[in-house]
């Protein structure tokens, strides 16, 4: 089902871009982990549910892009250079979310063992979000507490950064990529950050999406009014 929805997508943005044209394979990643919805018992990813669940609709309106809450850059990132984003939160309360994604080179094994906590990113990059003096930084899972919840800081085990803002306020923000250390054979790493702005759910309220095709369930009945749709 994953690998199929994601062929989609692939699709859809050929459709878009012109035949032969596809995103890259960080791309892809970034964006079923971007649009995931949550899965898990705690905000961010963790062990058990990764990074949620596949949301291909929300998928493919960020890649149709109707308006201007929502950018997907592909981009490389240059020895000693920190590439920068403006964008403007225009709704109050909103929810912002900027995840990157490379493809790192690969690393050096580690000796074979149970569950190795060796480091093997090559080249680390880092994803900040900033507005005046406040900086927002990246998830944080902790292999030695799996079970606690995500928390942020700098992420320095893998190659996937996701900076989440709740009740954003409506001025300007700017993203930033860097990186840690030297790029390998100081090479420009290739990345992809996809950024958006949402609009919180409504207060109170719970939306359901079900038909019953194939009748109610023992017990249901149909009772209209109230305001409902």
């Not at 012109?18 to 919805?37: E, P, V």
């Not at 490379?102 to 900040?128: E, F, I, K, Q, Y």
């Not at 923000?173 to 840690?180: A, D, P, W």
């Not at 030297?182 to 420009?188: E, I, S, T």
Request: aromatic residues 6%; charged residues 20%; contains cysteine.
């Amino acid at each position: 089902n994953v690998s199929g929805s994601l062929l989609l997508l692939q699709q859809h943005w050929e459709n878009l871009k012109g035949t032969g044209n596809y995103l890259r394979a960080a791309t892809l990643k970034a964006l079923a982990i971007h649009t995931a919805d949550e899965a898990g018992p705690a905000p961010g990813p963790d062990y058990a549910f990764g990074g949620g669940l596949l949301n291909t609709l929300s998928a493919a309106e960020l890649i149709s892009g109707n308006d201007g809450d929502r950018m997907l850059i592909e981009d490389a990132l240059t020895e000693n250079v920190t590439d920068s984003f403006a964008f403007s939160v225009t709704s109050p309360d909103a929810i912002l979310t900027a995840t990157l994604v490379w493809a790192d080179p690969p690393g050096t094994p580690p000796t074979p063992s149970l569950d190795p906590t060796d480091l093997m990113l090559v080249n680390d990059l880092d994803l900040r979000i900033s507005r005046g003096g406040n900086t927002w930084t990246p998830w944080v899972l902790d292999p030695a507490n799996p079970q606690m919840a995500a928390t942020t800081g700098d992420n320095f085990r893998d190659n996937v950064e996701q900076v989440r803002i709740l009740d954003a306020d409506t001025c300007s923000y700017t993203g930033e990529v860097s990186h840690k250390g030297n790029l390998l054979d100081r090479h420009a790493q290739q990345y992809s950050l996809l950024i958006s702005v949402d609009s919180p759910p409504p207060s109170g309220a719970l939306r359901l999406d079900e038909e019953f095709s194939g009748g109610l369930p023992d017990g249901w009945c149909v009772e209209r009014g109230g305001g409902g749709g």
